[in-house]
């Protein structure tokens, strides 16, 4: 009975996944720079929240550190052959284009493979993008809860001609506000020049 409650979870979880990818595409709005209030967070729909989870230096870290700034968060893993690495550097560009404005923002990379994903790691890879750029590792536990509350979608892909997995995730780069709620949610493969444009109207208007 728990092996079909766990199966039932997971497909639910992939049916939200799909459908909130669909809906997103189909919602009207245009490529990137999705308000809070489009995504329809004031009515009912949470993203992000709470997390406690440790830096590269074993720092613990929670979501009310970074209360008063900006933060722009991705969620990906070390391994990750292509998108991950692509997304990453949209952000390190956004925020060199940002100038002195990027001092407002703090850049965030959550990995969702804690099993592979240690502190040393995680913190040699993320300056391999910006030095602005703090990455974060923490439990199985701790990651599966962060990811649930920002509506992340992954899980490992097996591979038969080796003993190394892949992850399957969504790859939404998400902005938060001062106030640590959701303002603004970008597409996968939006350009650096599109992304620093919306952040500047919403660091203008806040």
């Given at each position: 009975m728990r092996r079909v409650r766990i199966a039932a979870y997971g497909l639910i979880v992939v049916v939200l996944s799909l459908w909130g990818g669909w809906w997103f595409a189909s919602s009207g709005a245009k490529r990137l720079g999705l308000d809070g209030e489009a995504l329809g967070v004031t009515s009912g729909v949470s993203v992000g929240g709470?997390?406690?989870?440790?830096?590269?230096?074993?720092?613990?870290?929670?979501?009310?550190?970074?209360r008063g700034r900006w933060m722009l968060v991705f969620f990906g893993y070390t391994f990750c052959p292509d998108v991950c690495p692509t997304e990453l550097q949209v952000i390190a560009s956004t925020l060199d284009g940002l100038g002195p404005?990027?001092?407002?923002?703090?850049?965030?990379?959550?990995?969702?493979?804690?099993?592979?994903?240690?502190?040393?790691?995680?913190?040699?890879y993320v300056k391999l993008f910006d030095d602005r750029l703090i990455g974060l590792t923490g439990s199985v536990a701790e990651i599966a809860a962060v990811a649930r509350?920002?509506?992340?979608?992954?899980?490992?892909?097996?591979?038969?001609?080796?003993?190394?997995?892949?992850?399957?995730?969504?790859?939404?780069?998400?902005?938060?506000?001062?106030?640590?709620?959701?303002?603004?949610?970008?597409?996968?493969?939006?350009?650096?020049?599109?992304?620093?444009?919306?952040?500047?109207?919403?660091?203008?208007?806040?």
């Open positions: 709470p997390f406690k989870l440790v830096d590269s230096a074993g720092k613990s870290v929670s979501d009310t550190d970074f404005d990027a001092a407002k923002i703090v850049p965030i990379f959550i990995t969702i493979d804690p099993e592979r994903d240690n502190q040393e790691l995680i913190g040699s509350a920002y509506r992340v979608y992954y899980a490992k892909a097996e591979r038969k001609d080796t003993t190394q997995y892949l992850m399957d995730h969504s790859s939404f780069i998400y902005l938060m506000g001062p106030d640590g709620k959701l303002r603004g949610l970008y597409r996968p493969g939006s350009t650096a020049q599109d992304l620093t444009a919306a952040l500047r109207t919403r660091l203008a208007g806040s």
